[in-house]
């Protein structure tokens, strides 16, 4: 089957400049190919979801995607450049990433934890706590900031690790643009409430208006759908469909995807919604 890749997305959006690309790189977990050799290119102010069935390969394809694998064969570019020649610093005030169950073994106040997230930015400490206290805002988290994180709820917890990641490439002036920054996602809405989700997608689309590029691993076809300018659904060791949602989701692409019939519902808006 022909993978689609538009060059406009439905929302009338122009696909930006090319940030983060793939040039035939496998994924793989030991001698298991999890991939076909992949070629995908992600570009700035662009809002990516990447879904699949269960072990199809997201979360390893993430992984690779932020540079802490090194690709046996095949490239990796960010920002044109080879991403294994960027320094650790380097690549902490360009990419952020935040994994399928992220957590710490210590028992860190949450505001200990922001504040780690500003480690590599020279700034004052009247401007970090500003940025931290406005970005707690936007992810409802300034009531948990005194709080261990060890004793907070895997939603309230999941808050916390996203507005680490946002923190981290965040610049410290906040008029400047997000262009050249990546943020990287596996499942950050698995353990949230209706309102919770629904103001992560707000402030997600927030910082892809400035520039940022989102790469968002997810199941919840339904909640992302309506937010996202691409989805990519993986499954028979490839990339089966790339595009805006609602070109992507179809009955035939989804039986095919998730070995299940499964039924479409579109909307005034010509969005679409996946039901049993
Ligand atoms: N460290 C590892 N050693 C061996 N196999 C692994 C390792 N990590 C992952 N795998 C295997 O690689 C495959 C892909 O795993 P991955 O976590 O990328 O899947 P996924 O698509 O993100 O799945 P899910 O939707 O369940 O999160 C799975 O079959 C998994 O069991």
């Given at each position: ?27 793989a ?19 990516t ?6 072990g ?14 090194t ?22 005030l ?18 200990e ?33 005194a ?11 999941q ?22 920054k990546?943020l ?30 989102i ?23 490839r ?6 949602p ?11 995807c ?5 039924n479409?519902?579109?909307?005034e808006?010509?969005q ?5």
């Amino acid at each position: 089957m022909k993978i689609e890749r538009l060059e406009q997305s439905d929302n009338g959006k122009r696909l930006n400049t090319e940030l983060l690309t793939l040039k035939d790189v496998v994924i793989a977990r030991g001698k298991k190919r999890l991939l076909e050799p992949l070629s995908l290119s992600f570009h700035t102010a662009e809002f990516t979801a990447i879904a699949g069935e269960n072990g199809c390969g997201k979360s390893t394809l993430l992984s690779m995607l932020s540079g802490v694998e090194t690709p046996f064969n095949g490239e990796l570019t960010l920002g044109g450049q080879a991403i294994s020649s960027l320094s650790a610093n380097h690549l902490a005030l360009q990419r952020a990433v935040m994994a399928q169950s992220a957590s710490t073994p210590f028992g860190f106040i949450a505001d200990e934890l922001l504040h780690l997230a500003r480690y590599q930015h020279i700034e004052l400490l009247e401007q970090k706590s500003r940025l931290i206290n406005l970005v707690a805002e936007q992810f409802d988290i300034t009531h948990l900031l005194a709080r261990n994180i060890q004793t907070l709820s895997g939603g309230e917890r999941q808050r916390i690790f996203l507005a680490k990641a946002v923190l981290q490439i965040l610049p410290s002036d906040q008029n400047e643009s997000l262009e050249g920054k990546l943020l990287l996602l596996d499942e950050p809405t698995s353990a949230l409430d209706l309102r919770h989700q629904k103001l992560v997608m707000q402030q997600l689309v927030a910082l892809r208006e400035k520039g940022l590029c989102i790469v968002c691993v997810s199941h919840d076809l339904n909640l992302i759908s309506p937010y996202c300018d691409r989805l990519i659904l993986l499954g028979e060791k490839r990339c089966l469909a790339d595009g805006p949602p609602a070109r992507v989701l179809t009955t035939d692409m989804l039986s095919r995807c998730y070995h299940t019939q499964l039924n479409l519902i579109k909307n005034e808006q010509k969005q679409v919604f996946v039901t049993h």
